[in-house]
Structure formats: structure tokens, C-alpha cells
T-cell receptor, first 111, second 115 residues
Framework: GQNIDQPTEMTATEGAIVQINCTYQTSGFNGLFWYQQHAGEAPTFLSYNVLDGLEEKGRFSSFLSRSKGYSYLLLKELQMKDSASYLCAVDHNTNAGKSTFGDGTTLTVKP | DVKVTQSSRYLVKRTGEKVFLECVQDMDHENMFWYRQDPGLGLRLIYFSYDVKMKEKGDIPEGYSVSREKKERFSLILESASTNQTSMYLC??????????????FGPGTRLTVT
């Protein structure tokens, strides 16, 4: 079966750094996605990790450890607009491009 | 620019009605997906299609069917709507990324209420 765990909610202060963790136990693993979803909107792509290590992209970074079944999304210099739900998703390495999504972490950024 | 559109943003139907949700993508993607999203349950895959006329069940196919007659269009059908199918329905299509994996592009969603 597929099991993906992330915290349900997190709160952080504007300008701070926050780390959102994701652990997974799945059959068939090619890589891990992070998507951002603002309330009432569709998810949009943030990052994809296939190799172990940290991938940095501006204020956002994503880390993967395949041996530990663990990933995190790191958001620096938080802004109010970063308040959103963050979804981790396992890419199952199928030709159909199927992914299994976690339940999402709702991040609230406070002034 | 990538575009996935869904036929309605909001829909209200009665119990027992047949409901059609339409999704169209203009990116020539092979793969298309239907999810439902409920609070506390995340995104759950209903059905997906990897080619015209090809479909596979996802994690929660019961009570749903799909149709893919043309590459750009993927329809979700609720044969007899029930109140437990009240949800946000999201369509997506996917493309192989240069860096690996298949990035999914989502439509704006249809919020369906069954009364």
C-alpha cells in the first residue's frame, strides 16, 4: 500500500524559516514532488527530487533521503503570500505518470 | 502556456442524477487524471488515462466512470450521484519533465454539491 505522512497544520511568522516534513512508504518510487495550493485554487508545481540531497530554488528548497523515505520543503524569508497548503507527492515511476499525494500541510504565515 | 480547463467551477445536483464533469487540456499530454479533494483526506485518485480510450482505476473508483474519446478531453461520470460524492473534483494532465518525473498540471476544480 501507499502511506504518505505530513503534518496537518503549521504556523510561522513572516520573515522566518519553516520546514515541512514528509515521510513515505510506497511501492514503486521514482522521485518526490512538492506542490503548493492556495485556498480555492489548483495545486501548482514547486519542486521535484529524484536524487538524495538538497535542491535549492530561490526561497524554497527541497530535500530527499531515499534510504530513509523522507523529504522536507524548506521555506525561507516567509511572506504572507506563502500561506497555503503544501502537498508532497510520490512519483511512482510508471509511464502513466501516476503520483500519490499526501494530505497536505496547511501553512499559516502571521505578521 | 499550459492550460487545463474544467467545464464548471460550481455544480449543484440532486441525488440520483447522472453528472458529467468535463476536462480539456491543450498541451497534447498523454496522461490525464481525475481526483477528488476532501478536507483531511487530501487528493485521492479516482481514475486515470494514459492514452485515448485507455483508462485505469485509481484508489477510489467506486461510483464513478470515465471516458476518453479524444486526447484532449477526459470526462468523469457519476452514474447516480449520491450525497457522499459532494466534493471538490480536480482534473490534471501530465508531461514528462526534463529533469525526470511527470509534472501534473491541474485544472481550477469543480466544487460539486449533491443534495
Amino acid at each position: 500500500g501507499q502511506n504518505i505522512d505530513q503534518p496537518t497544520e503549521m504556523t510561522a511568522t513572516e520573515g522566518a524559516i519553516v520546514q515541512i516534513n514528509c515521510t513515505y512508504q510506497t511501492s514503486g518510487f521514482n522521485g518526490l514532488f512538492w506542490y503548493q495550493q492556495h485556498a480555492g485554487e489548483a495545486p501548482t508545481f514547486l519542486s521535484y527530487n529524484v536524487l538524495d540531497g538538497l535542491e535549492e530554488k530561490g526561497r524554497f528548497s527541497s530535500f530527499l533521503s531515499r534510504s530513509k523515505g523522507y523529504s522536507y520543503l524548506l521555506l525561507k524569508e516567509l511572506q504572507m503570500k506563502d500561506s497555503a497548503s503544501y502537498l508532497c507527492a510520490v512519483d511512482h515511476n510508471t509511464n502513466a505518470g501516476k503520483s500519490t499525494f499526501g494530505d497536505g500541510t496547511t501553512l499559516t504565515v502571521k505578521p | 502556456d499550459v492550460k487545463v480547463t474544467q467545464s464548471s467551477r460550481y455544480l449543484v445536483k440532486r441525488t440520483g442524477e447522472k453528472v458529467f464533469l468535463e476536462c480539456v487540456q491543450d498541451m497534447d499530454h498523454e496522461n490525464m487524471f481525475w481526483y477528488r479533494q476532501d478536507p483531511g483526506l487530501g487528493l485521492r485518485l479516482i481514475y486515470f488515462s494514459y492514452d485515448v480510450k485507455m483508462k485505469e482505476k485509481g484508489d477510489i473508483p467506486e461510483g464513478y466512470s470515465v471516458s476518453r474519446e479524444k486526447k484532449e478531453r477526459f470526462s468523469l461520470i457519476l452514474e447516480s450521484a449520491s450525497t457522499n460524492q459532494t466534493s471538490m473534483y480536480l482534473c490534471a494532465s501530465s508531461l514528462p519533465r526534463g529533469g525526470g518525473g511527470y509534472e501534473q498540471y491541474f485544472g481550477p476544480g469543480t466544487r460539486l454539491t449533491v443534495t
